[in-house]
């Protein structure tokens, strides 16, 4: 297989676990695929009254810890092995901007993503698939 590195971003919606099992699939079997699965954690900006960084620091690793578990939870309830997956959590004040620093910062190829189905382009693909497609470099697979 071409792609060696596919990104899955996971909000535990249906789609979301409809694209990672795709993309566990196109990995089955295919020596070196790495699969990683990606939550966005929100970053809180000057709204959350933290004036230094020491508390800013604290606040952020419980947002991010508190992600992960959430997440790790959404993928057993949807009976998905984290066995061989990346598990990861990347705070961000955007889903779309943590998705792309994400995939740049990790050298994906692929982003495989779920998609919401219903209305016109931007909603027929949600406006987090949209953005992405708009602003990388890399191919997007969107998944149904």
Do not use: W
């Amino acid at each position: 297989m071409k792609y060696k590195n596919l990104l899955v971003p996971f909000d535990g919606s249906e789609h979301a676990v409809r694209a990672l099992e795709a993309a566990i699939d196109l990995a089955d079997g295919v020596e070196g695929v790495t699969v990683h699965v990606l939550r966005v954690a929100e970053a809180a900006g000057a709204e959350s009254g933290l004036s230094d960084y020491d508390g800013y620091e604290v606040y952020l690793n419980r947002r991010v810890n508190a992600a992960k578990k959430a997440m790790l939870a959404e993928l057993a309830q949807a009976n998905i092995s984290t066995d061989g997956l990346v598990v990861a959590v990347e705070p961000s004040y955007s889903p779309t901007e943590g998705i792309i620093c994400y995939a740049e910062d990790h050298n994906v190829d692929l982003i495989v993503m779920g998609r919401r189905g219903v209305g016109a382009l931007r909603g027929m693909l949600g406006s987090v698939s949209y953005g992405i497609l708009h602003n990388v470099d890399i191919p997007v697979m969107t998944v149904k």
